[in-house]
């Protein structure tokens, strides 16, 4: 048996928008900027994509820029946020310790130009609260960005709160929602949310291609150049197929965003509970707001590394957290906000499961994780070192 359970690093794209892609890849072929008729059926099927995504979101088709993914949106947001800001003699940008990298990486980039960066810390539940955003918000803070859900660990953070505090203050608040939409209800006028990026290929729909929603009247600043698209805001011809399947997609899975949580979460629930009977192994972040696919585990004395290629010799597609640093050596920084020590973050497991999956998945990846886990702390000589009593266990 091989079991997917990585989608939060990207998901199986649906046949709803393999079909909806189709006719775009054929005879719908034209570039939307062209003034003749075939040019103007792609621009039609445009506008009809940038309406239903707004649709999914509660904000106006006008209010939605069509991106390459998340990463850019995140970085067009933040950046946009802190040129307008400048102009008011405003520098200063309120985030937290566990955002995406596309996030802190703009905002270190940011931080050499001058600007001042606050990283609120997180709990070790890995949530915050509004009330933490509001004590930090300062006359000279220009942007509050805090994602809806983290991309490791899986928490769901106050967004209304946090939302309403900001309105409440007059500071705009962007959230990285990539790992939300989708699966969370989101509606951006009532959760006071001012831009919003989001990710077609984390809901089954396309790679490459993904949606900044910004509130009318807020100034969007060009990080890419080259001609009039998406109003003079993204350059670059639109990629009108990826378009297309992303609409259909969110369409799809907003729509059934209810029943499937609802078979999910209890899959996420039998996972949470089968793994916790592993001696000394830990859930990372809150048991009840965290997203319905989401399990982060942490086992002492094993190296994730190494839980991971093992697991997929046995069928179990995995992660030890985010597909953007699955390269790096270094721990997950989403753990080490949340408290977890060097050597305990190290073997982390995160899973990440769809309605796609089954009961019998979930009992397979149950039983295939224990006899891992096993198996490496029996060679493992830190293992040994603990049940011999020379070390101390973190994990009780």
């Not at 995140?74 to 990298?101: C, L, M, P, W, Y």
Request: charged fraction near 20%; hydrophobic fraction near 40%; include cysteine.
């Amino acid at each position: 048996m091989q079991v997917y359970a990585d989608n939060a690093a990207t998901t199986k794209m649906s046949k709803t928008a393999i079909e909806a892609m189709m006719p775009y890849m054929e005879g719908i072929y034209g570039n939307p900027s062209s003034l003749h008729s075939i040019g103007q059926e792609a621009a039609e099927a445009l506008a009809n994509a940038r309406e239903r995504v707004a649709n999914c979101l509660g904000c106006e088709p006008k209010e939605i820029i069509f991106t390459s993914g998340g990463s850019e949106a995140d970085n067009q947001a933040i950046v946009s946020a802190a040129k307008n800001g400048e102009r008011k003699n405003k520098k200063h940008i309120i985030s937290t310790a566990f955002e995406h990298h596309a996030v802190l990486h703009t905002l270190k980039k940011l931080e050499k130009q001058g600007f001042e960066i606050t990283l609120l810390d997180v709990h070790e539940n890995g949530l915050i609260t509004a009330e933490e955003v509001k004590a930090a918000i300062r006359p000279d803070t220009c942007l509050v960005t805090v994602m809806y859900a983290n991309n490791e660990i899986g928490t769901i953070q106050p967004i209304s709160q946090i939302g309403a505090v900001c309105r409440e203050m007059g500071v705009p608040f962007h959230t990285d929602a990539v790992q939300a939409a989708g699966h969370i209800k989101i509606n951006v006028e009532e959760q006071n949310i001012d831009m919003l990026s989001l990710s077609a290929h984390k809901f089954h729909g396309p790679k490459g291609v993904g949606a900044m929603y910004v509130k009318k009247g807020i100034i969007i600043h060009n990080i890419i150049e080259g001609g009039a698209q998406e109003r003079g805001k993204r350059g670059g011809t639109e990629n009108i197929p990826a378009i297309m399947g992303m609409a259909a997609a969110l369409e799809e899975s907003c729509a059934n965003i209810e029943e499937n949580s609802k078979k999910v979460s209890a899959m996420r629930d039998k996972l949470i509970e089968g793994l916790s009977k592993i001696p000394h192994s830990i859930l990372n972040g809150d048991a009840k707001s965290r997203l319905p696919g989401n399990v982060n585990m942490c086992f002492e004395g094993i190296e994730g590394e190494s839980l991971l290629l093992m697991l997929d010799m046995h069928g179990v597609c995995a992660s030890s957290g985010s597909a953007c640093t699955s390269g790096s050596l270094d721990p997950s920084h989403v753990l080490l906000a949340i408290g977890r020590p060097h050597e305990i973050a190290h073997g982390s497991l995160r899973l990440s499961i769809c309605e796609a999956n089954t009961d019998e998945e979930i009992d397979h990846i149950i039983e295939k994780v224990a006899q891992v886990v096993e198996y490496l702390r029996n060679m493992s000589p830190v293992w040994r070192d603990l049940t011999e009593g020379r070390k101390n266990y973190v994990i009780q």
